[in-house]
């Protein structure tokens, strides 16, 4: 079966899924496995070999290593003359069976891969078998940097793998992908789990209320203000000479569609660096989607990752005045609702989704009137998505301007216009009123495709 598993950031969702991977012993209780007690010595080798895999939600591939040298830390089996030549087959054909077409090579090194090949390597590593099996394999947020068409993927393959009698845990906040996958949902909150049935049992409303969330509001209610183009531009971007040009006015939440790694995040780089070709008004904050690389300060507290963009407000002659700095974090930790007993706690201390809010407080508490969002909500839960959107909202209401790449189309459908992105370039623009996902699924493949 596929049981899904969902809750609150900071739940306990990964913890728990640590404790079954042999990552953190269990304080109490036991672990069982066909039947058979494990708790005693309980490691990742032991789950290993019980055939336990997961795929965290914070990526565990060594960078400096090749795709096929990562598959081969997985399996020690794979040892001799010709390991390297049956490591690249191996995970050539696990990439294969999940991701048809993907042209990840086994001899790329990792690092160079873009978030969401990345993580297309870590879930395909799962899923290969040497002289241990894979009978359970447990994946945290899976689909978090993959597009609907790579995620479809993913999840049509793990409705094949427990057809075959695998089971699979599957961690999401998005609520679809559980609701239509799994074949029973558990949710957690507060390191408990508070509902257990078949996943028949429930549909998004009581899923959303059973993790203690407020429901969503209606689409009306979600949705940005719409605005007139009357003002002058404080964005203006065009990828490639063919390219439809980018075009963003005060106070517009501008969203990136299309497929991943087709040039929305390059853009958002060029904005953010004022480079030549773009014409941007003003500075620009980031929300790092890629948190680990390009977001967290990970030997920082929470407290310097969410003010160390603002430092600024803070100078006290030639100093900082630390008693502002911390009274700033603290009122941003209470404003997007970061879970933490002190907000002087190292950042790494929060759960993944909690990290991404710091991020989002850093970028939504400097003067910058533009802010980049690089496919931020991963790792988010929904309750929390909502009261991001409506920041967003209030934001834009003052007129500041959102770039926003996302692979979700619910969020798409949030934007003024959406921008659709094939092979670098801008090949559609299209108002709010005629975005569809069947449209931009259109627009983001070429008609010769």
Not at 297 to 315: C, D, E, K, T, V
Not at 367 to 372: L, R
Request: one cysteine or more; charged letters at 20%; glycine letters at 10%.
């Amino acid at each position: 079966e596929c049981l899904g598993l969902v809750g609150h950031n900071g739940a306990g969702k990964s913890t728990l899924m640590n404790v079954l991977a042999g990552v953190l012993p269990p304080d109490s209780g036991r672990i069982e496995i066909a039947g058979q007690d494990l708790t005693h010595g309980y490691s990742v080798r032991t789950a290993h070999a019980a055939g336990v895999r997961c795929v965290f939600q914070e990526l565990s591939l060594c960078p400096n290593l090749s795709v096929a040298e990562n598959a081969r830390i997985m399996h020690p089996a794979l040892r001799g003359p010709g390991w390297q030549r049956r490591a690249a087959e191996l995970i050539r054909r696990s990439l294969d069976t999940i991701f048809p077409g993907s042209g990840i090579s086994p001899a790329r090194e990792t690092g160079s891969l873009s978030i969401a090949r990345r993580q297309m390597v870590e879930i395909a590593r799962a899923f290969t078998v040497t002289d241990t099996p894979a009978r359970l394999v447990i994946l945290d947020e899976p689909t978090s940097s993959l597009d609907s068409v790579l995620a479809a993927q993913l999840l049509a393959h793990v409705r094949r793998f427990t057809a075959e009698g695998g089971s699979v845990v599957l961690i999401s906040h998005l609520l679809g992908e559980i609701l239509a996958t799994a074949d029973r949902i558990a949710v957690m909150r507060d390191g408990g789990v508070t509902a257990l049935d078949a996943a028949t049992a429930f549909d998004r409303g009581s899923l959303v209320r059973a993790m203690g969330s407020v429901v969503p509001r209606g689409a009306d209610e979600t949705r940005a203000a719409v605005r007139t183009a009357t003002s002058t531009p404080v964005v203006r971007a065009r990828p490639t000479p063919a390219s439809i040009e980018l075009v963003a006015h005060p106070g517009e939440v501008v969203g990136l569609g299309g497929l991943s790694g087709h040039g929305q995040t390059e853009l958002l780089v060029r904005v953010f660096d004022h480079a030549p070709g773009t014409e941007v008004a003003g500075p620009v904050a980031l929300v790092a989607g890629d948190r680990v690389t390009d977001g967290v300060f990970p030997l920082w507290s929470i407290a310097a990752n969410i003010s160390i963009a603002s430092l600024r407000r803070f100078r006290k002659g030639p100093l900082l005045d630390p008693k502002a700095e911390r009274a700033f974090a603290e009122d941003w930790r209470a404003r997007i609702g970061i879970r933490t007993p002190d907000i002087g706690n190292p950042i790494l201390s929060l759960s993944g989704g909690n990290q991404q809010k710091a991020l989002f407080a850093r970028a939504l508490g400097t003067d910058a009137m533009i802010v980049v969002m690089d496919d931020p909500m991963r790792g988010v839960d929904v309750g929390t998505k909502q009261e991001v959107y409506g920041m967003i909202r209030e934001e834009a209401a003052r007129g500041r301007t959102f770039l926003w790449y996302t692979t979700e189309m619910d969020e798409l459908a949030k934007c003024d216009h959406v921008y659709v992105f094939r092979e670098g370039a801008i090949v559609a623009d299209l108002p709010r009123a005629e975005m569809t996902e069947e449209k931009v699924i259109h627009a983001s493949f070429r008609a010769d495709a």
